[in-house]
């Protein structure tokens, strides 16, 4: 019988470990695996699930028709404004009463054991929540903003491509599949591009700040850093998208990032994990840095060497890893 690998010290709650990749990216193939894996990525209650709900809804309550984003208007940009301030708020804000303020899980499936930075000579604005919900909100809601309007602006003058469901149904669903697919693999590379020690210093520290992440941390980043981040949804000035597939796109992309950096594993209902959240993938990026840039779904971590999964024996590898990165 193998030897049970040895968890890492330090931190309040750890998954089980190795944490292990995609079954999509294993060999050999496990279609059982990978049916699970997709189903449990979406269904019941997933944060993908979730976000798909607000986009339609905010098509059919809240989103100017193409007709009007013709023209570029205070009056209907600032209507995605303000509804981006209320989804972020809703969603940081929530979370971060609920884990931090109200402490309704207590310590149970939160990661660090430590408590979030009340004050620090690092933080813009002297303490980490305060500096944290000003960057989400004053730079990354603004970006947010004005990527949706570039590309409602594009659609509706005909030079961003436009799907409908008459067009192709199996397409229309599809896209959002692909979607979170495409942002993973965008993600490992823009990230990998920002810790390039020049664009680390100047643009991603600002995101580094937070060694020990809450809601608020995810979206909390350098003005460039969102530009950069958010950036993912351009692809939709070649693949053709649907209002519905560019909300979904740019809510799982601001969204997603406050939900991911919550601290916690997930929230718990009735003492049952009902709600994935904050991934110890993830989590070890923050304390360690110079690990797992990307995500599970697509192991470009374990091909270039920087997959840390988890383990004691992983943990030492990483240590000479960063070592040869700092001396070079």
């Not at 000035?237 to 799982?252: D, E, G, M, R």
């Amino acid at each position: 019988m193998s030897e049970k690998p040895s968890s890492l010290p330090g931190w309040n709650h750890t998954p089980a470990v190795p944490l292990q990749v995609s079954p999509f990216f294993q060999w050999p193939p496990r279609p059982v695996e990978m049916a699970r894996w997709l189903w449990s990525s979406w269904f019941l209650l997933t944060e993908r699930l979730i976000i798909l709900g607000i986009a339609f809804a905010c098509v059919i309550w809240v989103q100017p028709p193409l007709t009007d984003t013709r023209t570029l208007a205070v009056g209907w940009i600032g209507e995605i404004w303000i509804r981006n301030i209320i989804l972020m708020t809703v969603v940081a804000g929530g979370l971060h009463l609920y884990f931090y303020r109200w402490r309704r899980q207590d310590d149970r499936l939160k990661f660090d054991p430590r408590p979030l930075m009340t004050k620090g000579k690092q933080f813009s604005l002297g303490g980490q929540i305060r500096d944290n919900m000003f960057w989400t909100l004053a730079s990354g809601v603004t970006v947010w903003t004005a990527y949706e309007v570039l590309m409602f602006w594009a659609m509706a003058n005909g030079w961003a491509p436009v799907l409908t469901w008459a067009d192709s149904p199996v397409w229309f669903v599809a896209l959002f599949l692909l979607i979170p697919i495409w942002e993973s693999f965008y993600f490992y590379w823009i990230h990998r591009m920002l810790h390039w020690p020049p664009l680390y210093k100047r643009v991603h520290a600002l995101h580094h700040r937070n060694i020990n992440v809450g809601p608020w941390s995810g979206m909390s980043m350098h003005p460039v850093e969102h530009v950069i981040f958010l950036g993912s949804v351009l692809i939709h000035w070649v693949v053709p998208a649907s209002p519905v597939h560019i909300l979904f796109h740019t809510q799982y992309l601001a969204l997603t990032a406050a939900t991911t950096h919550t601290g916690y594993e997930a929230l718990l209902m009735k003492d049952e994990n009902r709600l994935k959240l904050g991934t110890f993938h993830h989590q070890m990026h923050h304390r360690y840095f110079e690990c797992n840039y990307g995500s599970l779904e697509i192991p470009w971590d374990k091909l270039f060497g920087s997959f840390h999964n988890g383990t004691l024996e992983d943990n030492e590898r990483i240590k000479e890893r960063r070592k040869r990165i700092m001396s070079s």
